[in-house]
């Protein structure tokens, strides 16, 4: 149908823009290392995985992740595609220059749709973390080894072709089949976040069968 708006392209960053056109996800950011009243929490590096992996288990509830620092800034993404970078820059993406580039995450959400009847799957990579849900249901966990096993340890990929081919700095994971009718959206969130600090990367392809 085309877009309602073009987007303002100085605004435009690789984890989104500052203005949606109708059709694209919407991006929340948390700073795990503070509290909402800008406190510091006592999270580190092995509790940011348990907080994850708990709004991951809950069914992604919002609630799990409240009590942190939320960017009043939102980013609107069509596609998932972050070359490996300086994790600084997700921070500066969502008007947060000041935070640093370790103990964050980002939540997306939008609708799946497609004009036709189809059958696709998602290939991912992202480190540190990436998982994938459409229609209430994981699709991927593409996050780093080690820290995928705790982030959605319920899920594992199905494919021979996972962990074979590369996809940034690692080997991608293949996740499941999706079936698509036409014109039926579905609802899609897409979770990223980062744990150490240094290099942040995040890349979503997408299979048609």
Known sequence: EGFDLAPDLDDVTIFGGGQSIGNDFEGTFYDLKRYRNG????????????????FVK??????????????????YATCFLVPTVPSSMAPSAFGEPETGGWLWAAHYEGKLVYPEDTKIRFWGFADDIMVIRVNGKVVLNASWPGESETIASFWRTSSADSYKYYLGNNLSVVGDWIELKAQEPLDMEVLIGEVPGGQFSAMITVQVD
Not at 39 to 54: T, W
Not at 58 to 75: D, F, V
């Open 39 to 54: 406190n510091v929490s006592s999270v580190d590096r092995d509790s940011i995985i348990s907080i994850l992996a708990k």
């Open 58 to 75: 809950s069914g992604w509830k919002k609630s799990e992740l409240a009590k942190y620092y939320q960017s009043p800034k939102k980013l």
